[in-house]
């Protein structure tokens, strides 16, 4: 019976995604609201940026009318009931993680229409991560990375708000081509829904398929356009961006949290801490480009176009192979980790994953010197 709730929740988000984005198009050309061509841009036309003003609102109205009607139906309140968890400790996590998102939405708003200075979001960002950590959602067990298990709410909280914030700014940088942020977040919340569904944890698998029910129908709009020409392509912009990746981070950090009275289900993953796996690409590449402004003398904040997907535009794949090209390398990295996570410890995972990305950058390095020596 659970899993109907699951498609009910995706295909009110689904639905309700495909009739308001076109509105949302009709709004940006009547009101000239457009994300315009410059230097960092890969479009070449004016394209609106207001696709992610959708994705608050219809995510949380699909979880709340699913939610609604699994109520009517069972009025036992088994479908959002976690008892480890608990009702109250629920419902107070609700309520701060879309205080949070509600915060991210109109920042988000403010800086695709008129622009806000990174340490205005930063701030922000901030206050999302207390946010969660006064919820009682927080990294309290390492489980093995970096050698660490249980860890004390004085290290655990600001790990909490720096995770919070390094995973936000990893969305919103990886959203420089066509479909990839979505793209990586799609395949992320797929994720996510399943292993919270085999967790028994249905209301976070609620909040993970709404998502993927506004990002799918916003993909194809975002790679693909909506009519002739291209006319009605869109982009998320910050406010859809600062939204899923917040999504995200709550999301994870609450799967990979130890909790004392949890049944664990080693057959479905040994270790939660893996769960970070699909966000491998998006902070991989953030280290990455922030390494090389501060190496250049750059100012970390500053954007350029160093990010892999420029560097595999650089060497003469088109935007569309690069976007197939990063989504496969997430799935891979996805795929690998979940199967080694059975056999070898997580520390050894991730020194693994360091090396593969790292060698894919010294490849993009010789094949860019290489383009460049060619007459």
Same mark, same amino acid.
């Given at each position: 019976m659970y899993f109907y709730y699951l498609i009910i929740a995706f295909c009110l988000a689904f639905c309700l995604e495909l009739i308001v984005i076109p509105? @949302?198009?009709?709004?940006?050309?009547?009101?000239? =609201?457009? %994300?315009?061509? !410059?230097?960092?841009?890969?479009?070449?036309? $004016?394209?609106?940026?207001?696709g992610g003003v959708t994705f608050l609102p219809i995510i949380l109205f699909a979880l709340c009318m699913t939610i609604?009607?699994?109520?009517?139906?069972?009025?036992?309140?088994?479908?959002?009931?976690?008892?480890?968890?608990?009702?109250?400790?629920?419902f107070i996590e609700f309520s701060f993680l879309f205080s949070g998102l509600v915060l991210l939405y109109?920042?988000?708003?403010?800086?695709?229409?008129?622009?806000?200075?990174?340490?205005?979001?930063?701030?922000?960002?901030?206050?999302?991560? @207390?946010?969660?950590?006064?919820?009682?959602?927080? =990294?309290? %067990?390492?489980? !093995?990375?970096?050698?660490?298990?249980?860890? $004390?709410?004085w290290v655990g909280y600001p790990l909490t708000v720096f995770f919070v914030i390094y995973i936000i700014n990893a969305i919103n940088l990886i959203d420089g081509i066509d479909g990839l942020a979505s793209g990586l977040s799609i395949i992320a919340f797929i994720v996510i829904a399943y292993l919270f569904y085999l967790k028994g944890y249905l209301f976070f698998s609620l909040i993970s398929v709404t998502a993927l029910g506004c990002l799918i129908p916003f993909f194809r709009y975002n790679v693909y356009g909506g009519g002739k020409k291209r006319k009605k392509k869109i982009f998320m912009g910050d406010t859809g961006s600062l939204a899923i990746g917040m999504l995200l981070a709550h999301l994870l950090i609450r799967y990979s949290m130890t909790i004392p009275d949890q049944i664990d289900d080693i057959a479905a993953v040994p270790n939660?801490?893996?769960?970070?796996?699909?966000?491998?690409?998006?902070?991989?590449?953030?280290?990455?480009?922030?390494?090389?402004?501060?190496?250049?003398?750059h100012n970390p904040f500053k954007p350029d176009k160093n990010h892999l997907h420029h560097k595999l535009i650089r060497i003469g794949l088109s935007p569309s192979k690069s976007l197939v090209i990063i989504l496969a390398m997430s799935i891979l990295f996805i795929a690998i980790n979940f199967m080694l996570i059975r056999y070898i410890d997580i520390?050894?995972?991730?020194?693994?994953?360091?090396?593969?990305?790292?060698?894919?950058?010294?490849?993009?390095?010789?094949k860019l010197n290489r383009t460049q020596e060619e007459p």
């Open positions: 509105k @949302i198009l009709v709004i940006s050309y009547k009101k000239n =609201l457009f %994300d315009e061509p !410059g230097e960092r841009k890969q479009h070449s036309g $004016s394209v609106s940026r207001l609604t009607i699994s109520l009517y139906i069972d009025p036992s309140m088994e479908t959002i009931q976690i008892p480890e968890i608990g009702i109250k400790r629920i109109f920042i988000g708003i403010m800086d695709d229409l008129i622009g806000v200075r990174y340490t205005t979001k930063f701030i922000v960002q901030i206050l999302c991560g @207390i946010f969660m950590v006064m919820s009682n959602v927080w =990294l309290n %067990d390492l489980n !093995g990375f970096l050698g660490l298990n249980a860890i $004390s709410k939660p801490f893996i769960i970070f796996s699909v966000v491998l690409i998006p902070c991989f590449d953030v280290v990455s480009v922030t390494i090389y402004r501060i190496k250049t003398g520390k050894w995972i991730l020194l693994i994953d360091i090396v593969i990305y790292l060698l894919i950058h010294l490849w993009l390095r010789y």
